[in-house]
T-cell receptor, first 117, second 113 residues
């Protein structure tokens, strides 16, 4: 399977704990996106990378959230001091678009469902 | 901040053509309009993308008027497996130049036999 892979698929954590999710994009894809989605809502943009550079970050994103893409390949999303409101599906997507291209064709993973109890 | 507006839900019957319209009054001059499909518990799947006029691929057509303030996704001869949520996506560069991807709330399409 050469699609976008996310790990884990499901995560249950206690409030206040830190969690980290991993995303392996399609090989050679330059862009990598992170989204959050709650039931009945569309995906909410969190951040995106062009290779290893984090180019944009949602102005609504709490500083408890941080993302990295150290070598321009896989990416991690960490949430510190989780809150119940962080419960959602976290989606990763990758695309082959180059810097400056305003196109948005992306390939999504299956997501990581986070439940904070 | 650019925003998209779509009908919350639609239903149709197998074999019919379905048209879903999205309004995006503040679309950026150089931005594309993209549509995705999402099934429950899965990530969205790219359907089609366009900048102006008409684009067609093997699954859908996208119609964009000259002012680009709206777009219409057309699904020909739908089947039960087309039951899903359809999202319209445009980008936006706010006053602080922070570029964000804006998704609509989605249209839940239900296809009946």
């Amino acid at each position: 399977d050469t699609g976008v892979s996310q790990d884990p698929r499901h995560k249950i954590t206690k409030r206040g704990q830190n969690v980290t999710f991993r995303c392996d994009p399609i090989s050679e894809h330059n862009r990598l996106y992170w989204y959050r989605q709650t039931l009945g809502q569309g995906p909410e943009f969190l951040t995106y990378f062009q290779n290893e550079a984090q180019l944009e970050k949602s102005r609504l994103l709490s500083d408890r959230f941080s993302a990295e893409r150290p070598k321009g390949s896989f990416s991690t999303l960490e949430i510190q001091r989780t809150e119940q409101g962080d419960s959602a599906m976290y989606l990763c997507a990758s695309s082959p678009q180059l810097t400056g291209e305003p196109k948005h064709e992306a390939f999504f993973g299956q997501g990581t469902r986070l439940t904070v109890v | 901040l650019a925003k998209t507006t779509q009908p919350i839900s639609m239903d149709s019957y197998e074999g019919q053509e379905v048209n879903i319209t999205c309004s995006h009054n503040n679309i950026a001059t150089n931005d594309y309009i993209t549509w995705y499909q999402q099934f429950p518990s899965q990530g969205p799947r790219f359907i089609i993308q366009g900048y102006k006029t008409k684009v067609t691929n093997e699954v859908a057509s996208l119609f964009i008027p000259a002012d680009r303030k709206s777009s219409t996704l057309s699904l020909p001869r739908v089947s039960l497996s087309d039951t899903a949520v359809y999202y319209c996506l445009v980008g936006d560069r706010g006053m602080d130049s922070n570029y964000q991807l804006i998704w609509g709330a989605g249209t839940k399409l239900i296809i009946k036999p």
